[in-house]
């Protein structure tokens, strides 16, 4: 994924923290069944198209044995940070590099991303709020990006496919998003 067109950055072990089982210490597994938790609900959970522009962030001074420090989960965009030294500088590099922040929604409790979020004027919301929502039925991104990725209806109908060369193209939609900072 062009990580300059996400509409939605997970910052992962911040919203998996609220939820981490007690009993933790004696399992040495329960962090990697959390963040499988995690992925797995924001796959059954998120729209399709949303999955597609999702990051999700984890610390990591190194990947967990076997996992690539970058791959795709669910449609998502899943970055181990391996080589900052906390995920919190690779989620300021990406909030900084959105190419339109009013699109972008951020998922954190840290005051340090959030400011970083607000900067861009992106959208923020605290973990463990944003997740009770997702779980509950309620995608919570900036205001009038899920109706923009929604699917098409009788209003906004598939265009025709002897039509399509009239439809811009993606590299213009583009455009036009940054045009309008959208």
Known sequence: MD???CVLLIDGYNVIAPVAPPGRASDPRWLERERNLLL???GSYLPEKVRRLTCVVFDA???PLGVKDHFRQYDLTVLFAVNYPEADDLLEEIIGSVSSPKRLCVVSSDH???AAA???AATVFDSELWIDDLVDGRVQLAPGILSKMSEPT???PTPDRKN???CPSPEEVNQWLDEFDL
């Open 3 to 5: 990580l300059t067109r």
């Open 40 to 42: 797995h609900r924001l």
């Open 61 to 63: 001074s190194r990947p």
């Open 112 to 114: 340090r991303i959030q």
């Open 118 to 120: 607000t900067r861009r």
């Open 154 to 156: 009788q209003e906004n």
């Open 164 to 166: 399509i060369s009239e």
